[in-house]
C-alpha cells in the first residue's frame, strides 16, 4: 500500500513539473524532474509544492507571512495584532512554539505527558485562522533561539544531561537529547495535528508548514542527520502531513536521504543597509541547490531585538527603506515565501526573555510592542498589494538579478518574466544617503555577480560571510535588452511592471505608497507620581523549607526566573567568627546572590558588577566546578560568637539561550564560610524559600492593603529620560529586597481614539514591576531601557484606581526611585 501511495504521489509531483509552460520549455533538463519525482505529498489535491511554490487547494499561492509570538502578547490584544496583520495584506502568520512554555514542569519520566498545557496555543491558531482567514505555520525547535529564554529548552531538561558528556549536549545526537526532544515532538505534534489545512474542510485555513530545528548550520555536532530524522519521523508519526520545512540546515538541502529529502530548506535574511542585494543573489543560489522547493525566507529582518546595557532597537540601522528592499530584492532573487521576522515584537513579561535581555522585545518592527503601526508597516502593506495583484505571475515567474548597463554603481536590479509574459523589472540604489536617476538597459539572462562579500548578520551581531560558490548564471532568459528610465530615493526599490506586449515606458511602478492615519490631535497630560510607598521585604514571612543538602531550583519546580531566598542559623566561636572571613556560594550556573549577615549588607568581593551582561565576561564558555565559587563575599566584622543568621537574595538573571549557560541548572549548590577566598572550609546548612516574601503575602497584587509602609517623595520636576545606559541614580544600600508601590487613575478612555501608555522611570535596583497584578517584566538599572509598555487591557480607566509594584533587588547602587511618570506613548 505505501509503494503504491509513493507511485502515484510521485507520479502527481513528476506531471506538476511538466504543467507549467517555462518548465515544459525546459525538458532538457533531467536533474529538475528527477528530483522532483522524489518528493510525497499524502493530500497533494489540498497541499503541496513544486520548484516554483506552494499550491494550496489546487491554488498557488505566494506565502506572504507575518511573525507574531503569542507569548510575548497578552492573549486580550490578540485580536487586534491579527487585525492589523490581514489588513497589511499577509495570508499567513508564523510562531515559535517553545517547548519551555508549555511544559513548564519537570515530567516525572519520558512517558509522562501530564505538564503539557496547549490551550493557548490552540486559541491562538483557531483565532488566526477561523476569525481572520490566515494560514499558519508552526516552529516547534526544540531549539528555537528567538532571544528567548533557553531558547526554548526547559530549564529542567538540564537535570537528565547524562554524566560524562564531553562539549554542548543540548542540539546533539546524543541518544538522552533525542529521546527528550522526541517526548516534545510527540507531543506538540499530537496536540496541533487536527489544526492542519489538511484536516480541515476544502477552502478553510490551518497550518499549512511545520519546522523542525533552526539554523543548524550554526552548531557545530556530529551526527545531525540522526537528530534531524528522528524528529522527522516524530513529525510523520503523530498525523503531521503537510509540508516540514528547515532553516539554514544543510543537511536536508543538500541530501539525498530518503526521509531528509523530503524536508526543505530555506534561507534567513539578515543583512546590512546596503546589503540588499545579497537577498537576491542567495535567493537564487537557494532555488539552484534545491530546484524541487520553493525559494522561503523563514526570518527575513524586520529589525532588531535590543540587549540590557546595549542599544534599543529603535536606534538600529534597519529601517523601512531596508525593510523594503529585502523583500523586493527576495522576490527578485525568486522567493514566493517571505516571513518578516519580526512583524509584531512584543514584550517579556515576567522575563521569560533570554538572559540578558530587555523586557521590550519592540525589535522596531512594523508593528511595535504597543501595537502602533511604524513606517515598515506601510512598506510591508504596499508589498502585500503588490504580491496581491500579480500573485498568479510571481509564483511561477522565471529570472532574478542581471547585469545593468549604463548603470552606477550604486544601482542594482534584475528582471523576472511570468508565463503569461508579463515583466517584472526590480531598481534598488543602494545609496542610503543619496537618489540616483537616469536610464538604464537591463540583459536578462546575464546575472551579476556580488561586487562585494555578503554577510548574513549572527545573532551576537556579527557578520557571518556567506559563500558564493553557488552564485552561477543558470538564468535561460533569452529575452531582448530591457532599457528603462528610473527615479529612486536614497535606499529607494521599485518594480516596474510592464504587461505582455507592452513597452516600458507603458509599464507602472509599484509598490504602490499607502495612505497613513492621521495622529490625534491631542495627547492626553502625562500622570507625573510624586510620591510611592516603601517598605522591605520582610523575610520572616516568607515559606522557608529546610534543604539538609541543596538541590537546584528545578528540583523545587522553581523553572521561572523569580527571585528566591535562602537562609541559614550557623552558631560560632568567637575565634570562628574571627577567622572565617569569606562567604563563598558555588552556583548550578552564574547567577547573582546578594546577602546581609546578621542583618548587614555583605560586602561583594566576586563579581564585582552584579547585572545582566557580566556574567559573559565569567568563564560563561566553561561549566562551573564544585570547587569554583562564582560568589563571593567578605564578612569580616559580621559575624558574632554565638548564633548568626545568613540571608541570600537570589537573582536569576533568566535562561541563557547559547553558550554553557543554557544547559545549567539554576540555584545555589552549596554555600558555606571559610577562612580563605579559594575554598570552602565551613559547608553550611540553608532553607530555601522559592518567592520572596513579598509574592507569598501578596503584596504585588492590587487588593492588598499596605499598612507601615514608608511614604518616599519623588522628583516631580526634572526630566526623566527615556532612554539610556548607566544613568541611573545612586544611593548606599540599605537593605536586599525592596518593595514600592504606587496608585494612580487615567483618564476615561475615548473608545474612538486608541492611545496606548507607558511607564517612564529612573530608578536603581533590578527586579520585576506588576500592573494591577500583572508582570510586566524586569527592571534593569543599567538601561537602556526607561520606558516600559503598559497593555490598556490590564489598564484601568476612569475612576478605578491602578495600582503599580515594584519589587527590587538592592546592587551597589541601592533601590532606589527617583523619578517616574505614566504617560502616553509620544508618537503612535
Not at 80 to 98: H, L, S
Not at 104 to 121: A, C, E, I, Y
Not at 137 to 144: L, M
Not at 650 to 678: C, D, F, K, W
Request: a negative charge; charged letters at 25%.
Amino acid at each position: 500500500m505505501i509503494n503504491t501511495i509513493l507511485m502515484k504521489t510521485a507520479c502527481i509531483a513528476f506531471t506538476l513539473s511538466l504543467s507549467n509552460p517555462l518548465v515544459q520549455a525546459k525538458n532538457e533538463n533531467p536533474v529538475k524532474q528527477e528530483v522532483n519525482i522524489g518528493k510525497q505529498f499524502t493530500h497533494p489535491d489540498r497541499i503541496r509544492y513544486d520548484g516554483s511554490c506552494m499550491t494550496i487547494d489546487g491554488k498557488d499561492i505566494f506565502v506572504y507571512s507575518a511573525a507574531f509570538h503569542y507569548f510575548r502578547c497578552p492573549e486580550e490584544l490578540w485580536r487586534d495584532r491579527f487585525k492589523q496583520i490581514k489588513e497589511a495584506g499577509f495570508n499567513v502568520v508564523e510562531t515559535y512554539v517553545p517547548w519551555n512554555w508549555h511544559e513548564r514542569s519537570m515530567p516525572k519520566s519520558l512517558k509522562d505527558t501530564t505538564n503539557f498545557d496547549f490551550s493557548d496555543l490552540k486559541r491562538w491558531l483557531k483565532m488566526a485562522q477561523e476569525e481572520f482567514g490566515l494560514y499558519t505555520i508552526v516552529r516547534p525547535g526544540p531549539f528555537i533561539c528567538a532571544e528567548y529564554s533557553g531558547g526554548g529548552y526547559p530549564r529542567w531538561l538540564a537535570r537528565f544531561r547524562p554524566e560524562g558528556v564531553e562539549g554542548f549536549w543540548l542540539r546533539s545526537a546524543d541518544p538522552e537529547h533525542i529521546r527528550w526532544s522526541v517526548h516534545w515532538f510527540d507531543a506538540v505534534c499530537k496536540a496541533l495535528a487536527d489544526e492542519q489545512v489538511t484536516r480541515k474542510p476544502k477552502g478553510e485555513k490551518g497550518i499549512i508548514m511545520i519546522q523542525i530545528e533552526n539554523e543548524y548550520d550554526a552548531h557545530g555536532c556530529d551526527g545531525k542527520d540522526k537528530f534531524l530524522k528522528e524528529l522527522y519521523r516524530s513529525v510523520r508519526r503523530n498525523g503531521f502531513d503537510v509540508p516540514v520545512f528547515t532553516c539554514l540546515t544543510r543537511e536536508c538541502r543538500e541530501s539525498e536521504d530518503a526521509e531528509l529529502s523530503q524536508v526543505f530548506d530555506c534561507d534567513n535574511y539578515y543583512v546590512g543597509l546596503s546589503a540588499a542585494p545579497s537577498c537576491a543573489h542567495r535567493m537564487a543560489a537557494l532555488r539552484r541547490v534545491q530546484p524541487d522547493a520553493p525559494g522561503f525566507v523563514t526570518e527575513l529582518q524586520g529589525g532588531w531585538f535590543s540587549l540590557v546595557t546595549g542599544k534599543l532597537s529603535e536606534d538600529h540601522y534597519s529601517d523601512n527603506r531596508h525593510f523594503k528592499a529585502i523583500g523586493l530584492m527576495s522576490i527578485l532573487g525568486g522567493a514566493t515565501g517571505i516571513n518578516y521576522y519580526m512583524f509584531f515584537g512584543g514584550t517579556h513579561f515576567a522575563g521569560w526573555g533570554a538572559r540578558g535581555m530587555t523586557t521590550t522585545y519592540d525589535y522596531n518592527a512594523a508593528i511595535h510592542e504597543n501595537g502602533a503601526l511604524g513606517p515598515k508597516y506601510y512598506e510591508a502593506k504596499g508589498i502585500g498589494s503588490f504580491i496581491k495583484a500579480f500573485e498568479p505571475q510571481l509564483v511561477r515567474s522565471e529570472g532574478g538579478p542581471c547585469e545593468l548597463e549604463g548603470a552606477p554603481k550604486e544601482l542594482f536590479g534584475g528582471v523576472r518574466i511570468a508565463v503569461d509574459g508579463t515583466r517584472f523589472i526590480f531598481l534598488h540604489n543602494t545609496d542610503p544617503d543619496h537618489p540616483v536617476k537616469g536610464k538604464v538597459t537591463l540583459i536578462p539572462g546575464k546575472m551579476s555577480k556580488p561586487g562585494e562579500p555578503m554577510y548574513n548578520i549572527n545573532q551576537n551581531g556579527e557578520k557571518v560571510l556567506i559563500s558564493s560558490a553557488d552564485i552561477k548564471n543558470t538564468d535561460s532568459l533569452t529575452v531582448e535588452p530591457i532599457e528603462v528610465r528610473y527615479d529612486l530615493p536614497a535606499l529607494g526599490c521599485k518594480v516596474l511592471v510592464v504587461p505582455a506586449g507592452k513597452k516600458p515606458s507603458q509599464g507602472e511602478w509599484w509598490p504602490k505608497e499607502q495612505m497613513r492615519p492621521l495622529r490625534p490631535s491631542r495627547l492626553p497630560d502625562p500622570v507625573r507620581i510624586t510620591s510611592v510607598l516603601k517598605k522591605e521585604d520582610d523575610f520572616s514571612q516568607a515559606k522557608w523549607q529546610l534543604l539538609p543538602q541543596l538541590v537546584s531550583l528545578s528540583d523545587l519546580d522553581v523553572n521561572d526566573f523569580r527571585y528566591s531566598l535562602y537562609r541559614t542559623h550557623v552558631n560560632l566561636t568567637s575565634q570562628q567568627a574571627a577567622d572565617e572571613r569569606f562567604l563563598l556560594f558555588n552556583m548550578f550556573t552564574r547567577d547573582i546572590v546578594s546577602v546581609q549577615v546578621n542583618g548587614k549588607q555583605a560586602k561583594r568581593l566576586f563579581p564585582d558588577k552584579a547585572d545582566a551582561q557580566t556574567w559573559t565576561t565569567r568563564n560563561c564558555f566553561d561549566r562551573i566546578r564544585s570547587d569554583e565559587y562564582d560568589n563571593r563575599f567578605d564578612v569580616s566584622g559580621l559575624l558574632k560568637e554565638g548564633e548568626n543568621e545568613i540571608i541570600a537574595v537570589y537573582e536569576n538573571l533568566g535562561h541563557a539561550h547559547g553558550y554553557v549557560p543554557m544547559e545549567e541548572l539554576a540555584g545555589i549548590r552549596q554555600g558555606g564560610l571559610s577562612v580563605t577566598e579559594t575554598a570552602m572550609t565551613h559547608p553550611l546548612e540553608w532553607e530555601c524559600a522559592k518567592d520572596a516574601a513579598g509574592i507569598t503575602v501578596g503584596w504585588n497584587l492590587p487588593q492588598f492593603t499596605p499598612q507601615g509602609w514608608q511614604s518616599v517623595a519623588l522628583d516631580t520636576t526634572g526630566d526623566i529620560p527615556r532612554k539610556g545606559n548607566d544613568i541611573q541614580p545612586t544611593s548606599d544600600p540599605d537593605g536586599l529586597f525592596s518593595w514600592y508601590r504606587v496608585e494612580f487613575e487615567l483618564p476615561s478612555a475615548d473608545p474612538s481614539v486608541w492611545i496606548p501608555w507607558l511607564l517612564r522611570i529612573n530608578a536603581s535596583g533590578n527586579g520585576y514591576m506588576w500592573l494591577n497584578g500583572h508582570n510586566i517584566g524586569r527592571h534593569w538599572e543599567a538601561g537602556p531601557q526607561r520606558e516600559f509598555y503598559l497593555p490598556e487591557c490590564w489598564l484601568n480607566f476612569g475612576k478605578k484606581k491602578n495600582v503599580l509594584v515594584l519589587g527590587l533587588r538592592q546592587t551597589a547602587n541601592g533601590a532606589t526611585i527617583k523619578a517616574m511618570e505614566v504617560a502616553p506613548y509620544p508618537s503612535i
